[in-house]
């Protein structure tokens, strides 16, 4: 059986025991990619009406605090190398609690019912998938400097296999963040949960755009979408099911 690169990853956080160290001052903020079009916080997701926000252009956006929370917004266009005039777009939040080890790795583990994702495929259909999004994250290592060309701070993140991430940017400290607990709370909500049930919906993708921000949101993404939650699984029912099946074997093998 082959494990995913997530599944790996899950089972790499819960058995490595990690020596943690006093989080780096330097890392506080947060920080965009060179569009500066994507940051965390209100402007990105709505937590009220449970709705992404588009930006205008693409980008990432990372934030830290000091008492070792963080969030992230992904707003990215994949190429369709078999038709280049058919890129899809996807959309992802996560909030959640971080670590930084004594090697200067960095451990996120989100908080597995808030986050998002928004997936768009206009060329093959109008709607676009929202559904919840959970992915613990590993950067090998990061450093903090003052970028020569713009003389800000510049946040270099290297993934868990060491290649490098877009570089990121200062934009905002302290951090530019919503609230750091858990804001979609469920009966089984833990701050380091695995895979939620899904919720998915179709979306209508309006191409009008208003000016983000509090005072004057965009018409959601999802305005037209049908909520559908997965009913939870009955342990107890599936049991007695595979105990009967299992029974009707056991006859049917005495008899024939």
């Known amino acids: ?58 980008g990432i956006s990372y934030s830290f605090t000091q008492e070792g929370y963080f969030e992230e917004a992904y707003y990215r266009a994949v190429a369709n190398p078999k038709d280049p ?78 290649a490098p991430m877009q570089p990121m940017y200062l934009a905002y400290r302290p951090p530019q963040m919503l609230p750091t607990k858990t804001m979609n709370p469920t009966a089984t909500a833990t701050a380091t949960g695995g895979q939620s049930t899904g919720q998915a919906a179709s979306q209508s993708t309006g191409n009008a755009k208003a000016k983000r921000g509090l005072d004057a949101l965009p018409v959601p993404l999802n305005k037209n979408a049908i909520r559908r939650r997965q009913a939870p699984i009955d342990a107890d029912k599936w049991w007695w099911i595979g105990a009967g099946i299992t029974a009707l074997g056991g006859v049917g093998y005495l008899c024939f």
């Open 1 to 58: 059986m082959s494990l995913s690169l997530p599944s790996l990853l899950l089972i790499a956080l819960s058995l490595i025991s990690v020596a943690t160290a006093a989080i780096d001052q330097r890392l506080v903020g947060t920080w965009s990619t060179k569009s500066n079009k994507v940051f965390t916080g209100p402007g990105f997701y709505d937590p009220v009406n449970d709705k992404l926000i588009e930006p205008e252009l693409t």
């Open 85 to 162: 005039k058919c890129p899809k777009g996807i959309m992802q939040f996560q909030h959640g609690v971080f670590a930084q080890a004594e090697n200067n790795s960095l451990i996120l583990r989100p908080y597995g019912v808030d986050g998002r994702q928004l997936f768009s495929n206009p060329c093959k259909s109008k709607s676009s998938v929202y559904s919840r999004y959970n992915q613990p994250e590993m950067f090998q290592r990061f450093e903090v400097i003052v970028d020569p060309y713009h003389n800000v701070f510049r946040l270099n993140l290297y993934k868990f296999d060491g």
